[in-house]
């Protein structure tokens, strides 16, 4: 059963600390999207990766949060230093060139 | 950019028809995606529209007007388990850019 695994599900930290996030895509999956929800702004584009490369990331703010592909199998979003507006639920999502894309269970961020 | 509208909430009861419709507006469009979202759970992929016309799929049709920028998705014999958040989402690519760039979803309720 192909899915895309998100880790932590959960992660309560305190402002100023770093916090990393992880996704295993789907395997052969060469597309990946990382997405922030909240109830204010709903799903928002931070960040995605074609090949590992990556295409566009003008969604994040590129002073405290970066995304990376270590390899193909391993996609991470980290946050330096937190603070409290950061409190999301982050998802990432995989797929196929311009095919519809699958989303992680998520990774719930609370920062206090 | 693009601009994406989805009506914010629609009510409707147990074995009716509900339509929620999603106008876009946007350069290098490419498709058309619908997920649904339950509350507290990942968007699962419902439909994708690329060329004019209606999509069935079970209870759920999805319909593109590529020159209006109009889409619906159709949801028919209404089920409790239909109740979730459903999200219009556009994809476009333009050079070798690609967003799949998402509305702020449709909560639909289904009462007995």
């Known amino acids: 059963d192909a899915r895309v695994t998100q880790t932590p599900r959960h992660k309560v930290t305190e402002m100023g600390q770093e916090v990393t996030m992880r996704c295993q895509p789907i395997l052969g999956h060469n597309t990946v999207f990382w997405y922030r929800q909240t109830m204010m702004q709903g799903l928002e584009l931070l960040a995605y990766f074609r090949n590992r490369a990556p295409l566009d990331d003008s969604g994040m703010p590129k002073d405290r949060f970066s995304a990376e592909m270590p390899d193909a199998t391993l996609a991470t979003l980290k946050i330096q230093p937190s603070e409290p507006r950061d409190s999301a639920v982050y998802f990432c999502?995989?797929?196929?060139?311009?095919?519809?894309?699958?989303f992680g269970q998520g990774t719930r961020l609370t920062v206090v | 950019g693009q601009n994406i509208d989805q009506p914010t909430e629609m009510t409707a009861t147990e074995g009716a028809i509900v339509q929620i419709n999603c106008t876009y507006q946007?350069?290098?469009?490419?498709?058309l995606f619908w997920y649904q979202q339950h509350a507290g759970e990942a968007p699962t992929f419902l439909s994708y529209n690329v060329l004019d016309g209606l999509e069935e799929k079970g209870r759920f049709s999805s319909f593109l007007s590529r020159s209006k920028g109009y889409s619906y998705l159709l949801l028919k014999e209404l089920q409790m388990k239909d109740s979730a958040s459903y999200l219009c989402a556009v994809s476009r690519s333009q050079f070798r850019d690609y967003k799949l760039s998402f509305g702020a979803g449709t909560t639909v309720t289904v009462r007995a």
């Open positions: 999502a995989s797929g196929i060139g311009d095919t519809e894309a699958f």
């Open positions: 946007t350069s290098g469009f490419n498709g």
